[in-house]
């Protein structure tokens, strides 16, 4: 499956901070007991969409408070998932990390596995578009 592979990449970065992460129900990562990524996958004709949140600093208490959760969901919204619901944590809540020094890692497990030379790509930092 597309999605479990896209996680396992994400996933090969975040172990090189912490060996206990794993991969475990829809395609979520967690940290021992504690969610801190949660995806989401769309596909319509042939086109394939894969979305993930990591927490690696955020505040808990504002994503709590952001976050609506419908125990039901209205009767005209078109075959739902329903969310499940897990404890939460940030990625550097043992070992302080920034948020640039973990893209750099993800990117760079998403150019070995698959297989892509960094000339064939565009980093976008900050609003500015650098080709690499």
């Not at 969901?73 to 940030?90: F, L």
């Not at 596995?113 to 976008?124: A, D």
């Amino acid at each position: 499956e597309e999605a479990r592979g896209i996680t396992e990449i994400i996933l090969k970065g975040i172990k090189e901070f912490y060996k206990n992460c794993e991969v475990k129900e829809r395609n979520s990562i967690f940290l021992g007991e504690k969610k801190i990524l949660g995806s989401a996958i769309a596909q319509k004709n042939d086109k394939f969409f894969y979305h993930a949140s990591l927490l690696i600093n955020s505040n808990l208490k504002e994503l709590e408070k952001a976050i609506n959760w419908e125990e039901e969901y209205p009767e005209n919204t078109r075959s739902p998932i329903r969310s499940k619901r897990s404890k939460v944590t940030n990625l550097s809540s043992c070992t302080p990390l920034t948020i640039n020094k973990v893209k750099e890692i993800i990117l760079n497990n998403f150019l070995q596995s698959l297989k892509i030379k960094e000339n064939n790509i565009i980093k976008i930092y900050n609003k500015n578009i650098i080709k690499i």
